[in-house]
């Protein structure tokens, strides 16, 4: 998986005056959980623009003054009317511990039924996986090759040894929909054929 270096300082004070004086500088607080306890830091708010203005997973590298942590993003906050960054948890990456991430589908593939005239729903555009950080996937690749007009592609069918997927086994990542004009096609096909036999 892809990662992204964001350097950083750690933060002595973590109280309300020190965070919005933060804030006014342009920098976005920080924590990291996972590790032994939580580490508070802060970071330029362009830092982030690679992390979180992507529909791509990163793992991020962070550098706390030589200090490296790698970790994912956990959660973050928004400002309602402004939309800048408040504040942003991360979560430690250890080498021997699993961690649940959301990743990508990247759809690959021709549809039979897509080219016959159906309509490609993309039902997930991201799945949950469980795995270690060396086997975290970048995207989850979904075939679409083998589906006809009408037809599922379900979670199942996606499955790998290096992760797991947290979403039960029903659930359905993309679907072939009959498209309402491939559906007037068929019904106009199906009368002139009825009109043809009467005729007779």
Not at 25 to 41: K, L, T
């Amino acid at each position: 998986m892809k990662s992204i270096t964001i350097e950083g300082q750690e933060r002595e004070s973590v109280g309300k005056k020190a965070t919005k004086a933060l804030r006014d500088a342009g920098m976005v607080p920080c924590v990291i959980y996972g590790g032994d306890q939580p580490v508070h830091f802060a970071a330029d708010e362009r830092a982030f623009k690679g992390l979180v203005y992507t529909p791509n997973a990163h793992t991020v590298a962070i550098d706390l003054a030589g200090k490296k942590v790698n970790a994912i993003l956990q959660d973050i906050q928004f400002h309602p009317v402004t939309d800048k960054i408040l504040h942003i948890d991360f979560f430690q990456l250890l080498e021997d511990r699993e961690v649940i991430m959301e990743v990508p589908v990247k759809v690959v593939g021709k549809s039979p039924g897509v080219m016959g005239g159906g309509v490609l729903r993309l039902a997930q555009r991201r799945l949950k996986v469980k795995a270690l950080p060396k086997n975290l996937p970048d995207f989850i690749t979904a075939d679409i090759t083998p589906l006809e007009m009408g037809n599922k592609l379900y979670i199942t069918k996606l499955a790998s040894d290096n992760f797991k997927f947290m979403h039960p086994d029903n659930t359905v990542v993309c679907q072939v929909r009959i498209s309402r004009a491939a559906m007037k096609a068929a019904q106009e096909a199906a009368k002139a054929e009825k009109t043809a036999t009467k005729k007779k």
